[in-house]
């Protein structure tokens, strides 16, 4: 079956962080989607509109209609010859895969979405394309088969897939330490996988303190596993705080950190840094400063400090000569240990020097949707991101005889 085509997630993001209503939009899809032939391209960009309203639950519910009908999605397809990208993602919601729409929206490629179909003995037949990509997130549940059912569709096409590991890979904040046992400069806060049962358990017979010794105990930080952008995420200072928290969270499982104190000495300010790896160079995405611990950009509201601004364009500009070459070493044992040719790291500095890394994800948005009037100098760093992740997929496009040396693994 051919792809259907749809509008994209990049596409209708950018019309949302614009300021721009999509209900007119969405009800203008409805009614094509009663003439269309592309009525399954339709239902995935009407899952887009409700999922950035606020409605994930409808959002899946078109999802999941879309996926009935067709598993491939065309976007930037033209009427003359380009080059196809085929990207093997996983149904979830609109932050769950690698989005790779942003990296490419300039770019020549038609980009062709697939969802394989994990039934055994299903039969996936894989759309005309010249490069491929696995956009499933690390940490998704159904990684494992994910991963083996792409390696054995792309073994029959022999066309080159990026992201692709060799077996499984295991970015969860507990496993990564354990990668990493020991890397001069480079630092992971300790971290333990627990039960929402062992916690309480714990709690009743007083040994909470006990159990929490390998995160170095009160204070600590808690969140839910699986959660993203501060979701749940909290300081626990004492054994009150933490019943309140449990209180408070029904999950299951959480992940919890050691407190990792990285506020600047000389300003106690906090700065966190997001920086994305395309085939072995470091990028640098933003930096966010705030005065308290848990800061991720927009609660840093950068839009409203020009001095904040400033000094994240210095740090971009000088990242090479400064911020990369000071953790050259760390940014090297990162890309050999995660192996991946596209991942990202929010990280920090310490009162020491080292490399703070709390996530590393191969999902992690990086964007040119800022305005160009409140951050005029981030969008030559994007552009430079945009360009190198363009050139990756182009020196091993099957029509292009070009080929260039890498140190990391495909």
Not at 243 to 252: F, H, I, T
Not at 259 to 268: G, H, K, L
Request: glycine fraction near 6%; hydrophobic fraction near 40%; proline fraction near 6%.
């Amino acid at each position: 079956m051919e792809p259907q085509t749809r509008l994209g997630l990049a596409r209708l993001t950018k019309m949302a962080f614009d300021g721009i209503d999509l209900m007119p939009l969405r009800a203008e899809l409805l009614t094509q989607s009663e003439q269309s032939d592309d009525t399954d391209g339709i239902f995935m960009d009407l899952s887009v509109i409700d999922q950035l309203h606020g409605n994930q639950e409808m959002g899946l519910e078109w999802q999941a209609k879309a996926l009935k009908g067709h598993r491939m999605f065309s976007i930037n397809r033209r009427e003359t010859a380009q080059p196809k990208l085929l990207v093997f993602a996983e149904p979830s919601h609109v932050g769950g895969n690698t989005p790779i729409e942003f990296l490419l929206e300039t770019s020549d490629f038609e980009i062709i979405t697939y969802y394989p179909d994990l039934t055994p003995g299903a039969q996936n037949v894989l759309p005309e394309h010249d490069v491929a990509f696995c956009a499933v997130p690390t940490d998704s549940d159904i990684a494992t088969p994910f991963f083996e059912t792409v390696r054995g569709l792309t073994a029959q096409s022999g066309v080159h897939t990026f992201n692709l590991p060799d077996g499984p890979v295991d970015l969860d904040r507990d496993v990564l330490a354990r990668i990493f046992p020991y890397v001069r400069g480079l630092r992971f806060p300790k971290t333990t996988r627990i039960t929402r049962d062992a916690l309480i358990g714990a709690l009743v017979a007083g040994q909470e303190e006990a159990m929490l010794a390998g995160v170095g105990g009160y204070p600590y930080i808690i969140r839910p596993v699986g959660s993203h952008a501060g979701l749940g995420l909290e300081k626990v200072d004492d054994k009150d705080a933490l019943v309140d928290y449990l209180l408070r969270q029904p999950a299951p499982d959480f992940f919890v950190s050691e407190y990792v104190n990285y506020a600047t000495p000389a300003d106690s300010q906090f700065r966190k840094y997001r920086i994305v790896f395309v085939n072995g160079k470091a990028f640098p995405c933003h930096m966010a400063i705030a005065d308290q611990w848990d800061v991720w950009y927009l609660n840093a509201k950068m839009e409203q400090h020009p001095e904040k601004r400033a000094e994240e364009a210095a740090w971009m500009e000088a990242f090479d000569t400064g911020f990369a070459a000071r953790h050259s070493h760390a940014f090297e044992a990162l890309t050999t240990g995660i192996g991946l040719n596209y991942f990202g790291i929010d990280c920090a500095e310490d009162r020491d020097g080292n490399l703070v890394v709390f996530e590393a994800d191969n999902a992690l948005i990086v964007h040119d949707m800022d305005s160009d009037a409140i951050f005029p100098y981030k969008s030559k760093h994007m552009h430079e991101i945009f360009a190198s992740f363009e050139a990756m997929l182009n020196a091993y496009r099957k029509d292009d005889k070009a080929a260039i040396s890498t140190s990391v693994p495909h």
